[in-house]
T-cell receptor, first 111, second 117 residues
Framework: DSGVTQTPKHLITATGQRVTLRCSPR?????VYWYQQSLDQGLQFLIQ???????AKGNILERFSAQQFPDLHSELNLSSLELGDSALYFC??????????FGPGTRLTVL | AQTVTQSQPEMSVQEAETVTLSCTYD???????LFWYKQPPSRQMILVIR??????QNATENRFSVNFQKAAKSFSLKISDSQLGDAAMYFC??????????????FGTGTRLQVTL
């Protein structure tokens, strides 16, 4: 158990819908990262937050957004969902300048 | 931008034998971290081993060790005394060192390791 929690574990929804994925980092970790793992794109970095502020952005679509709250949990919002958004979404956390610990992931299926 | 390449989509090893997974990377930076992550069928991403580029000594964690060749930009993972539980997807990952609090991981495409009896 990495100490990072993600909910829900599975999500099935329809095209055009909006979903929210939630992540709670390890106790004391200020950084939260979101990654997408899909069959065709592999593991890709989406976005990072540090202590409530956006710190780095990767290949995140405009339809996707994220935020980190004062209690340090983070949410990834995916809207206008398309079939191609079906993937495993990971959250990871780290303290400054250390390795990242991954949550169990949320498997999103868009029908 | 940094890139990570894993040229072996699949590898197979017999139980108790040794296997080496390859990884090469491209960067213009002199300081960075390299990692190997394991992803078993449960899909959980598990950190196996990490290497700091400024350290000449190769990292070792029990049965797992790396061969880090900085000049060649090569970072291979050796698994000794392979066990059935080692069967998984293995990802090589790169992280810049001097990025302050921005430290994304760049992953390779992975190597699927099979362990046979």
């Amino acid at each position: 158990d990495s100490g990072v929690t993600q909910t829900p574990k599975h999500l099935i929804t329809a095209t055009g819908q909006r979903v929210t994925l939630r992540c709670s980092p390890r106790s004391g970790d200020l950084s939260v990262y979101w990654y997408q793992q899909s069959l065709d794109q592999g593991l890709q970095f989406l976005i990072q937050y540090y202590n409530g502020e956006e710190r780095a952005k990767g290949n995140i679509l405009e339809r996707f957004s994220a935020q980190q709250f004062p209690d340090l949990h983070s949410e990834l919002n995916l809207s206008s969902l398309e079939l191609g958004d079906s993937a495993l979404y990971f959250c990871a956390s780290s303290s400054s300048n250390s390795e990242q610990f991954f949550g169990p992931g949320t498997r999103l299926t868009v029908l | 931008a940094q890139t990570v390449t894993q040229s072996q989509p699949e590898m197979s090893v017999q139980e108790a034998e040794t296997v080496t997974l390859s990884c090469t990377y491209d960067t213009s930076e002199s300081d960075y971290y390299l990692f190997w992550y394991k992803q078993p069928p449960s899909r959980q991403m598990i950190l196996v081993i990490r290497q700091e580029a400024y350290k000449q000594q190769n990292a070792t964690e029990n049965r797992f060790s790396v061969n880090f060749q900085k000049a060649a930009k090569s970072f291979s993972l050796k698994i000794s005394d392979s066990q059935l539980g080692d069967a998984a997807m293995y990802f090589c990952a790169y992280r810049s060192y001097n990025t302050g609090t921005a430290s994304k991981l760049t992953f390779g495409t992975g190597t699927r390791l099979q362990v046979t009896l």
